[in-house]
């Protein structure tokens, strides 16, 4: 994964499994970035043409705001109440990021309510992953996306999908050449699990930004350079990249991050994770010793207790973060949140949601049902999509318990 991002530079990580087993961490890039199951898309969106643009290392394509009447050429730049959109992915794109960036701060200000003036932000996409790349400035090898806090700035680029949409073909196929006895009936079964794997591991830019906008909007709300636990800062992150929009216009929390409870199932039957109380001790520096299970896992602590049916367990969280903002002490603030609380108890309550939650895997599909004939090299994909595949088959391929 490389470095662990700094308190003024957060990166999110949206983590692969690399290589099985064991499964090891990348950062979720765009040649393999995993994420959840994205909707079924109404229509397609055309993607930018790329045009004579000024990229990273041209001055105008500097951090912070620009003077909207003097856009760097190839780009666009959307002024809204909280945010300057500064897009090189057209206009129509940025109007949708930036009225979900802003439906995303009512998300939060819902969660932490906060009363003074918010500042404006600023949000920077480009095209895709070589321009953002070339701009990151601590390498952007399996970055989908970070938050600056020295100049309050978004920056993500174009993965081919957008709040649902996805515009760009399947990202599986078989390798050219590959003679594979198929019916018909299996090349249309195969073609729509190339889709359903495509959908299934390519992150939404939308969901990413709402992961960042969370970490932008609570540093402006804690006014404090002090790190809130990994588990938590980037658990809560993370259940804000599932944000859907209702029928009724407003924003939901609560649905489940397919990609990480995957990872936590595999982790699960690789014996990787740690007790719950473990991890809320855990240090920075721990979280990032295994960051693809260890993400998983914040995620779901904090999605276990978000959604949970005891209204005490509900409200942890949320007091938990305005005590660590009153005081800045987040051991003390931990202590008080889960004083009375039997964590043993918790961990097994926790284990036994993550174990019967069932999620769908279109890679297991593809292994279970071709796995027999299409071996991992036969699969013209990401190298960690490849790699997943060949998890599963060495899965299927073990003996039966009894």
Known sequence: ?????????????LLSAATAPPVTATEASFPAPPGPPMLAAPAVVPRAAPVAAALPGDPQV????????????????????????QSQIGREKAERLAEHLEAMLDVYREMLPFRKKLPHFVLKVFRGHDEFAEYYPRGAAGTAAYYDQSN?????????????????????????????????????????????????????????????????????????WVRMPSWLDEGVGDYFFTAKRGEDGRYH???????????????????????????LEFEQ??????????????????????????????QLIPKLIEDFKDNKNFKKAT????????????????????????????????????????????????????????????????????
């Open 1 to 13: 994964m490389g470095r662990p991002p700094s308190a003024a530079l957060l990166a999110v990580t």
């Open 62 to 85: 500097r951090p912070g705001e620009w003077n909207p009447k003097k856009a760097p050429p190839g780009w666009v730049v959307l002024e809204t109440e909280h945010y300057q959109v």
């Open 152 to 224: 309050k700035e978004l920056v993500g680029y174009d993965s081919g999908v957008l709040l649902g949409v996805r515009d760009i073909p399947a990202r599986v196929r078989l390798a050219s050449g590959l003679d594979v006895d198929l019916v018909p009936t299996e090349r249309a079964r195969l073609d729509e699990l190339f889709e359903q794997i495509t959908d299934a591991y390519t992150f939404d830019l939308a969901a990413v930004l709402s992961h960042e906008g969370w970490h932008q909007y609570f540093h402006f709300y804690t006014v404090s």
């Open 253 to 279: 929390l609560g649905a489940m991050n397919d990609y990480r409870m995957r990872r936590l199932h595999m982790a699960f039957d690789e014996g990787t994770t740690v007790p719950f109380w473990r991890m």
């Open 285 to 314: 520096s721990d979280y990032y010793s295994n960051p693809s299970v260890f993400y998983a896992q914040g995620w779901s602590m904090v999605q276990f207790l978000m959604q949970n049916e005891d209204p005490h367990l509900r």
């Open 335 to 402: 202590d008080k949140a889960f004083k009375g609380i039997d964590l043993h108890d918790l961990d097994e309550r926790w284990i036994l949601w993550v174990a019967t939650t069932e999620v769908s895997d279109p890679l297991a599909d593809l292994a279970r049902e071709f796995g027999d004939r299409i071996p991992p090299e036969a699969l013209e994909t990401e190298d960690a999509w490849r790699s997943l595949y060949a998890w599963h088959l060495a899965r299927l391929a073990e003996p039966e318990d009894g």
